[in-house]
C-alpha cells in the first residue's frame, strides 16, 4: 500500500496538520483548534521575516498554550492558517512558500531538514483509493486530519460495511455516488460528531496515557463490561469512547452500525 498523492496539502479543501501536535490537547474541539490556530496565525504572520523575530514568537506561543495531552508529542507553535479564508491549516508559518522564500522552520519544534523528508504514517498504511475516500469525503481541514491519521478508523469502517454488504467494497464505487459519498462523510463525521464521549478523559481516540504519559493504544474490558466483542468495537474505539457499562457499549455501537448501514443502502443493499 501507498499514497500517490501529497497527504498534508491534497486540495479540494482537506489539508492536516496533526504531525505537528494540532490535535494533541485534552480539549481538541473544532472551535478550540480554530481559536488556537487564528492565535498563532496573528502573532506570526505580521513579523519580520527573521529567525530572532520567529524564534521570540514561538516562545511566548509555547509559554501561553495548555499542556499537551501527550508531553512526547510535540506542538509546534509555526502551525497555523496558510490562506487569507482560514480554510487551509498546515505546517508551517515559517516555510518558504509561506514567508515569500526565507526559511524559518528552524525556528518551530522540529528542525526544517526533518519537516523536509518526514512521511506520514498514513500515507504507506493506506491504500491510495482509500485516502482518495477521506480527501472527498472529509472535505475541510478539521474532519480530514481526524480521519487521515486514524489508519485503523478508516479500515474499520470500510471493514464493517463490506460485512454489511457480504462482499468487497471498492472506494471508488463510493466516490461515483455523490449520495454513498455523503454517507461516508456522515460516517466518518462520527469523529467530531459522536454524542456521549468520556472527554474529560485523557484519550485521543483508540489512545490514552500510560504512566509516563506516552501514548498507549486502548482495550476493552469485556469481563468488567459483561459483553464479547463485536465487530463495531475498533471503531468505537477509534471515536473515543470509555464506555464504563453495557449500556454504553451497546449505544455506540448502535451508532456506528446505523451510520454503516446509511452508507450499504446507497449503494442498493
Known sequence: MSVSFHLCQPGRGASCGACCGLYNFRDHSRATLTERLAAQTDAVRPLPKKPEA??????ALLEARTPP?????????LLGFLDAERTQVGCCLGHPKVTGGVDLRDCGV??????????C???TWLSDAQARLVQAACADWYLYGLVITDVEFVRGCLRLLEWELAGPVDPQALL????????????????????????????FGRFTQDTEGEPVSRTLDYAA??????????????????????????????????????VALTLGA
Open 110 to 119: 522540529y528542525r526544517a531538514d526533518l519537516c523536509e523528508t518526514f512521511t
Open 176 to 203: 461515483a455516488r455523490s449520495e454513498a459519498l455523503e454517507a461516508v462523510r456522515q460516517l466518518f463525521a462520527l469523529k467530531e460528531t459522536a454524542p456521549d464521549r468520556a472527554t474529560h478523559a485523557a484519550v
Open 121 to 123: 504514517p498514513s500515507f
Open 54 to 59: 520567529y524564534q521570540a514568537a514561538a516562545r
Open 69 to 77: 495531552l501527550f508531553p512526547a508529542v510535540r506542538v509546534c507553535p
Open 225 to 262: 463490561l459483561g459483553a464479547r466483542a463485536a465487530p463495531e468495537d475498533e471503531v468505537v474505539l477509534c471515536l473515543g469512547y470509555v464506555p464504563t457499562d453495557l449500556e454504553t457499549l451497546t449505544r455506540a455501537r448502535e451508532l456506528v452500525r446505523t451510520h454503516v448501514r446509511a
